[in-house]
Antibody, heavy 123, light 106 residues
């Protein structure tokens, strides 16, 4: 079965960077894209970006693209997201999510989600 | 960016009621619209994709409709386990979510 297992909680100072991981299993990693979505405390969902597991092509939201890097390690079947220049507003639960259909084009329909990783940014 | 406006922001209904949530897009998004359910402390769960398609394993009391800029999500015969927050999501141009609708039992 499809599983997405995320790395543990992080506490960071403003201005620092954070790198989260999402380990995928139970399917052919290179056939699907994985995305990152975050949720600030008590708030809604915000899409950050995604990466194609096969060709590594990425897509980012306009808001975070300057500070966000999404990468993947095919041999480790793991996707990473690194957010730099952290601000207090980046405090959120960060989820990775896999797309519904395989292919080279992203479909942006997310039936599979990781358990979430809490990132706290505080001086 | 495309803005998604959900209404109402919160809703109280009785078990057995029909519940309807709407989502308005700031521009035409065809049928590139999904609906998710989220309970506290959990990741979102996909319920409806492409505006009207029921995701695998989702009960048939959930349904979606619409195209262009106006979309609706309905639950026929509300069950206690349906208490959650519901989000719409467009993917016509990048991805944006609605602000969510919190559903409570009356």
């Amino acid at each position: 079965q499809v599983q997405l297992v995320q790395s543990g909680a992080e506490v960071k100072m403003p201005g620092a960077s954070v790198k989260l991981s999402c380990k995928a299993s139970g399917y052919s990693f290179t056939n699907y894209a994985i995305h990152w979505v975050r949720q600030a405390p008590g708030q809604g969902l915000e899409w950050l970006g995604g990466i194609n597991g096969g060709n590594g092509k990425t897509k980012y939201s306009h808001k975070t693209q300057v500070r966000l890097t999404i990468s993947r390690d095919k041999s480790a079947t793991t996707v990473y997201m690194e957010l730099s220049s952290l601000k207090s507003e980046d405090t959120a639960v960060y989820y990775c999510a896999r797309e519904i259909w395989e292919g080279t084009e992203m479909t942006h329909i997310f039936p599979f989600w990781g358990q979430g990783t809490l990132v706290s940014v505080s001086p | 960016d495309i803005q998604m406006t959900q209404s109402p922001s919160s809703l109280s209904a009785s078990v057995g009621d029909r519940v309807t949530i709407t989502c308005q897009a700031s521009q035409d998004i065809s049928n590139y619209l999904n609906w998710y359910q989220q309970t506290p402390g959990q990741a979102p769960k996909l319920l409806i994709y492409d505006a009207s398609n029921l995701a695998t394993g989702v009960p048939s009391r959930f349904s979606g409709s619409g195209s262009g800029t106006h979309f609706t999500f309905s639950i026929t015969s509300l069950q206690p386990e349906d208490i959650a927050t519901y989000f719409c999501q467009q993917y016509d141009t990048l991805v944006t979510f609605g602000q969510g609708t919190r559903l409570e039992i009356k």
